[in-house]
């Protein structure tokens, strides 16, 4: 129990503290100090000349926990939860094995602090969020668990209103055999350092796939890893994992540009989806074998396709035409690796680009094995 002095009205007292540690708390938030309880609620004694004995105070710490750790989100997430959306801090959006449902968690009571949880969220992982930078992603960790937090900004929403993305991150890796019966073809595929594309929808399981085949390369091998959020790095000795950061100046384009200088014996680029595509397709046509990517894509062939998009956008040269972009990609590119609902359905290996279309070979389907 708090000592209070000189005071016949504790209900004020606890009124006026709660009031002031908010007050407090939004400053060091606004300030970019470092957040501390103790600190918090000892400054906020202070304000009132009051002493403050170090006892708990629940409603205060309740608080605190809320918006500072999100305890909340354990009356959320579940074993088999793969994303929450927080599309209002009422509504939420569920995603699961097997499949989505909106959830009404108006219960919880956050629409009072929803912005500043979003906020705190920010701060602890050193992220700028605001009106500049409107959409930030990264890696978070928020109740012991891992999460990737995609974050958007109110200022570009026509509803007003922050939306939260938590991608669930495992830590364990699936084995090959729990997205295809072909787990020989494609370790065989990484073993002789094929260059190849993974495609699917969000949600598909490309991220948990790729870290399944890394575990498929040789430990002898140099594998230069590049994210701009932390989902796919490793801890063993034979993996440099790269960071991008732009707010620093520190792209996925440059880190694609500088990798060939740390002779790489494989390059690993997490998603293709901008600028670093163009650096990305020249190392597989400068004679570097062993790439990998991901893109999003609704087939296999369309993959390829995206991949000729996405480098003619972000390509500073505007004289190379579509056509030489895919006679470039498909003269390099091996095999294609779709995915649907964490199951690889269709394979194909790349062989070229000629009157005008692009030529492969289905090596797997699963609608022609079913």
């Not at 708390?25 to 501390?36: C, F, G, P």
């Not at 699961?96 to 705190?120: F, H, W």
């Not at 680029?269 to 999003?296: A, C, D, Y």
């Amino acid at each position: 129990m708090f000592a209070l002095k000189e005071s016949n009205n504790d209900d004020q007292i606890n009124y006026e503290i709660h009031r002031i540690f908010k007050t407090n708390y939004q400053k060091a938030i606004q300030h970019k100090r470092e957040l501390s309880f103790d600190e918090i609620i000892q400054s906020s004694f202070n304000v009132l000349g009051i002493e403050y004995s170090g006892f708990s105070f629940p409603e205060i710490e309740n608080w605190f926990q809320k918006t500072f750790e999100m305890s909340f989100l354990n009356t959320i997430i579940r074993e088999d939860t793969e994303e929450v959306i927080f599309h209002s801090p009422e509504v939420i959006q569920h995603t699961k094995s097997n499949g989505t449902n909106y959830q009404d968690i108006s219960s919880l009571n956050l629409r009072e602090d929803y912005n500043l949880m979003l906020e705190t969220l920010c701060q602890k992982n050193g992220i700028d969020w605001n009106t500049k930078e409107p959409f930030v992603s990264f890696k978070a960790l928020v109740c012991n668990s891992q999460y990737r937090v995609t974050l958007v900004h109110e200022s570009t929403l026509s509803t007003s209103t922050h939306k939260a993305f938590f991608r669930v991150l495992r830590e364990n890796i699936f084995k090959l055999d729990s997205f295809t019966t072909n787990q020989d073809l494609i370790q065989n595929l990484v073993s002789k350092k094929s260059n190849i594309l993974i495609s699917g929808a969000t949600g598909s399981g490309k991220t948990s796939f790729t870290k399944s085949l890394l575990t498929s390369v040789d430990s002898n091998e140099h594998v230069i890893l590049l994210e701009d959020t932390e989902e796919l790095a490793s801890e063993l000795s034979n993996f440099t994992c790269m960071l991008a950061n732009n707010s620093q100046g520190y792209s996925l384009k440059s880190y694609c540009e500088y990798s060939m200088r740390m002779r790489p014996d494989r390059l690993i680029l997490g998603e293709m989806r901008s600028h670093e595509v163009v650096p990305f397709l020249l190392s597989m046509n400068n004679g570097h074998k062993g790439l990998m990517t991901t893109i999003h894509a609704n087939n296999a062939q369309d993959a390829i396709t995206r991949a000729a998009l996405l480098f003619e956008f972000y390509s500073e040269s505007k004289s190379i035409t579509f056509e030489q972009i895919l006679k470039l990609i498909t003269k390099d590119l091996d095999y294609v690796i779709h995915l649907e609902k964490k199951k690889v359905t269709e394979i194909i290996k790349v062989i070229g680009y000629s009157n005008q279309q692009i030529r492969f070979e289905t090596i797997y389907s699963s609608k022609s094995q079913a």
